[in-house]
Each structure stands twice: as structure tokens, then as C-alpha cells.
């Protein structure tokens, strides 16, 4: 519908104000979500990071935890731009993320090599979840014609695609070249 459609129909504008009231009811809603997620995330990160027994692995996911920090303020920013409360809002995505991930470190709770490849592995998800997460707010926030909060969100994208690219892929391949060195004998 163009513009002069609407101006000559009312009940146009008034499902145009509705639609964009449902969408920015979204928006929080799912900005109420990734604040929960980055708060389990961290919680998940405080109790397995004394385990982590290689001093570069360690380093990295410490290092990714300060950008993690980053995020919630910037979601925390968001929050108070929108003049909205900040709070989470259970987010199933994340719980079983990190459901999954606990299973499958108990796999190799004996075994500290794999354990940490589980990590990183757990590690990965978790950032894409992120990406896709942050990312379709950013462009939510655009529609909306929120503008700083599409900046702070698409910050948070390139963080995390850049912790990918420069951190955990790396880090990925040497430890399975290591690993699977051992083995070729």
C-alpha cells in the first residue's frame, strides 16, 4: 500500500501502528531474551572455566568473556534508550544450548584434551547463536526505526564474527592437529 492509500483509508494507518506495536513488542521481547542468554552464558562460562587446563584456551574464552560483558551493556544500553526495564526473559534457544553442551563435557570429564575441543566446540555454537540472534535484532531495530540500538547490535555481530575468525577457528585447528597427531603414530 502506498502512502496516499493510507492517508485516504484510517483503518490502514491503524494497522500500520498495530503491526509496527507488535513488532517492537517483539523487538523487547527478544532483546529481553539475548539479556537472559548472555547472563546464563556467563554463569555457564564462571563455573567451567577453572577446568580449562591449556593456558591459550583459557586466555581466549577469558578474553571472549569481556566482549561477552560488552554485550550486556550494550543490551543494557538498549534497554534504557527504549525507557523499557531491564530484565531477561527465558530463553529456550540458550538453555538448551548450554543443556547440550553440559552432556556432552560430561562425555569427556576424564578426559581433558577432548573436554576442551567439546568447549570449543560448545563454544562455536554459542557465538552463532549469538550472531543470528544480535544480527536479526540489528535489522529489526532498522525497521523500527531504532538506529542506535541497530548500531549497538551490529557491533556486537562483528565482535563475535571477528572472536570466530581470529580466536576459535584457530584454536580449533591446532588442537585437532594436535590430537590427531598423537594417533597417526
Not at 100 to 112: G, M, V, Y
Not at 115 to 132: C, D, N, P, R, T
Not at 151 to 175: H, P, W
Amino acid at each position: 500500500m502506498n502512502k496516499s492509500d493510507q492517508n485516504k483509508n484510517p483503518s490502514a494507518k491503524e494497522e500500520i501502528k498495530r503491526s509496527r506495536d507488535v513488532l517492537e513488542k517483539f523487538f523487547i521481547h527478544s532483546l529481553e531474551e539475548m539479556y537472559y542468554a548472555e547472563n546464563a552464558i556467563a554463569i555457564n562460562f564462571i563455573n567451567v572455566k577453572e577446568h580449562i587446563d591449556s593456558p591459550k584456551l583459557r586466555e581466549i574464552l577469558e578474553a571472549h568473556f569481556t566482549i561477552h560483558l560488552k554485550h550486556t551493556e550494550r543490551l543494557e544500553k538498549i534497554f534504557q534508550l527504549r525507557k523499557k526495564k531491564i530484565r531477561g526473559r527465558k530463553c529456550v534457544a540458550v538453555i538448551a544450548l548450554l543443556a547440550e553442551a553440559k552432556n556432552h563435557l560430561s562425555l569427556f570429564a576424564e578426559d581433558i584434551v577432548n573436554w576442551e575441543i567439546g568447549l570449543i566446540l560448545v563454544s562455536q555454537k554459542l557465538a552463532h547463536y549469538k550472531i543470528a540472534s544480535y544480527g536479526g535484532l540489528a535489522h529489526l531495530a532498522i525497521n523500527l526505526e531504532f538506529y542506535p540500538a541497530a548500531t549497538l547490535l551490529a557491533i556486537s555481530v562483528q565482535e563475535e564474527e571477528d572472536y570466530i575468525n581470529s580466536n576459535l577457528n584457530g584454536i580449533f585447528n591446532a588442537f585437532l592437529a594436535t590430537h590427531v597427531q598423537g594417533f597417526k603414530g
